[in-house]
């Protein structure tokens, strides 16, 4: 089998979901595996998200920068202004840094593989908005109760830690 590299993967559900969290897990998975993971997040609180203030980096932005980079002992932070492109083009640009997987948080209705992850009972009608989900992740028996007989993934209680190592082994399979 051919290598896809990036392997690209979301992990959506509605705010206060656990996506962080379980993006943050995932990670330390996947490099304890050997994989480099990137992450795109959209911010979907509406407008903007938080920079520094007072920093260099903000400081050239708010004088006008379209972008900013800022190097140190081999961190890179870039910030830029007013740049309003597609997720695939954000994904082009994570692909520069040679990530075996691309983790996206959010953009619930793009095409990609995805887990899904449900919090109550009013998250449900996510099962049929979203598409390509590859596995759920619930919070409450009421919901485990109602994804039993309906639907043909797999599904995983939010603590069970075979969530993090199917999704792991499913994105490892997928990079080799």
Known sequence: MALVKP???QIVGYQNSGKTTFIERLIKDLKGKGLRSAVIKHHGHGGKPDLV???DSTKYLSAGAAASIIEGDG????QVEKWENSLEHQI???SFFDPDVILIEGYKQKKYPKLLILRDLEDLPL???VTNIAAVVYWKECIREHLKGHIN???FFIKDEVSISWTV???KKSVK
């Open 7 to 9: 392997v690209i993967f």
């Open 53 to 55: 203030d007072n920093k």
């Open 75 to 78: 961190r890179l932070l870039l």
């Open 92 to 94: 082009e640009l994570m």
């Open 127 to 129: 099962l049929k908005s």
């Open 153 to 155: 993934i797999p599904c």
């Open 169 to 171: 082994n499913l994105l």
